[in-house]
């Protein structure tokens, strides 16, 4: 048979656990962090970069574009898959 202290803790708990989810802080800018602005895409990525593509010259948002393109009808297009799946 369960204690009362044995009790207790078990409803202490019950009400501790769901209230710690309770304690989030807002996530907004404080005062003495700076505003950052976004660079532009095609500026990101310095060319030579192991995560930059083959051709890809960096700031030129010509051969972002390009590239872009070339991910999504060869690595991303599910249909272009499927048909040279059933071929």
């Given at each position: 048979?369960?204690?009362?202290?044995?009790?207790?803790?078990?409803?202490?708990?019950?009400?501790?656990?769901?209230?710690?989810?309770?304690?989030?802080?807002?996530?907004?800018?404080?005062?003495?962090?700076?505003?950052?602005?976004d660079?532009?895409?095609?500026?990101?990525?310095?060319?030579?970069n192991?995560?930059?593509?083959?051709?890809y010259?960096?700031?030129?948002?010509?051969?972002?574009?390009?590239?872009?393109?070339?991910?999504?009808?060869?690595?991303?297009?599910?249909?272009?898959?499927?048909?040279?799946?059933?071929?």
């Amino acid at each position: 048979m369960m204690t009362r202290g044995t009790i207790a803790w078990l409803m202490a708990t019950a009400v501790a656990v769901p209230l710690a989810g309770c304690g989030e802080k807002a996530q907004t800018l404080g005062p003495d962090s700076a505003k950052k602005s976004d660079a532009k895409a095609w500026e990101g990525v310095t060319a030579g970069n192991e995560y930059s593509a083959s051709g890809y010259k960096a700031g030129d948002k010509t051969t972002w574009e390009t590239q872009l393109k070339a991910r999504a009808e060869r690595g991303q297009n599910e249909y272009s898959h499927i048909v040279s799946a059933k071929q």
